[in-house]
């Protein structure tokens, strides 16, 4: 791989000399290759499905479910924003970069599959590293935000990605997580997606203080799926009853009548959360962290 000037974090015009560890201002360890996607080393044991953002392609446009979590993540990260550069871990194929770019240009997408890197180029995402967030090697403070959409649940133990998380964010800097809620919810689609677990407010809570953060803001959305993915989803994988995959974007793409009661209720609840309001419940959990000054 051919080296390139014009760090992706901090925009240093000489990210790293020839030979050299890294960018000498904020430490990346990146070489960018012909198709733009700056490359680190990784040896991170990720969860998650190999053909997983090509199939999440075909979805995240059309999903009223990326539809309405992407407007939760915009309304919260509007009225809580960071500072600097903002990375979106695990970002898969830039759906939530390129929104994220919306509110700043200081957004880079981290994603250690291939796949969806190039998608997040096609997408427009202007920055784009293939790795993980340990193997950047970036300097303490480096970073004003971080965001870990539908991430953490995936790692088997996720102490070591939040303690790298409130090592690189400078102090106010602000770390944003969804994950999904509660374990009586688990199914077959979560053995599916290789998710390691699902939380609880508390224990969503704990985790994110034990790593040293101050626990901003958390709310739960998707407060309307709770029952549909108990009935349909969790008793019957409880109960030892298969069920067959439907088709893709079956569930993401629903037919008129569920559409109509869905969107009033969906509609309720941005508002709700817009207004800086903190839903005790729901099918997902949407945390603000924040480095003490």
């Known amino acids: 791989m051919d080296h390139?000037?014009?760090?992706?974090?901090?925009?240093?015009?000489s990210p790293a000399?020839?030979?050299?560890?890294g960018c000498p201002r904020c430490g990346l360890a990146a070489r960018r290759d012909a198709e733009g996607i700056w490359t680190v080393a990784t040896a991170e044991d990720i969860r998650y499905p190999q053909d997983g953002n090509a199939r999440m392609s075909q979805l995240e446009e059309k999903s009223f479910w990326f539809r309405h979590r992407n407007q939760v993540i915009l309304a919260v990260m509007r009225r809580l924003p960071w500072s600097g550069t903002l990375i979106d871990v695990g970002g898969g194929n830039g759906l939530q970069s390129a929104l994220l770019q919306t509110l700043s240009d200081a957004v880079v997408l981290l994603e250690p599959g291939r796949q969806g890197c190039l998608q997040a180029l096609r997408r427009g995402v202007g920055r784009v590293i293939q790795g993980t967030l340990p193997a950047l090697s970036l300097r303490p403070g480096s970073l004003g935000g971080l965001a870990c959409f539908d991430v953490v649940e995936h790692l088997p133990d996720p102490a070591p990605l939040l303690a790298e998380s409130r090592r690189v964010l400078a102090p106010g800097g602000r770390v944003y997580i969804t994950v999904p809620a509660y374990g009586t919810l688990w199914s077959g689609e979560d053995d599916e997606a290789r998710h390691c677990r699902r939380y609880t407010a508390r224990s969503l809570r704990e985790t994110l203080t034990a790593a040293g953060f101050e626990v901003e803001f958390l709310t739960g959305f998707f407060r309307m799926l709770v029952l549909p993915i108990l009935l349909f989803r969790a008793a019957p994988y409880r109960l030892g009853l298969s069920r067959r995959p439907g088709a893709p974007g079956r569930e993401h793409v629903p037919g008129p009548l569920v559409s109509w009661t869905l969107g009033p209720c969906l509609r309720r609840e941005l508002r709700r959360i817009s207004s800086g309001e903190s839903l005790s419940w729901g099918a997902s959990w949407f945390l603000v962290g924040r480095v003490r000054v």
Not at 4 to 13: E, S
Not at 17 to 21: F, K, M, N, R, S
């Open 4 to 13: 390139l000037a014009g760090c992706p974090v901090c925009g240093a015009d």
């Open 17 to 21: 000399a020839a030979g050299a560890p």
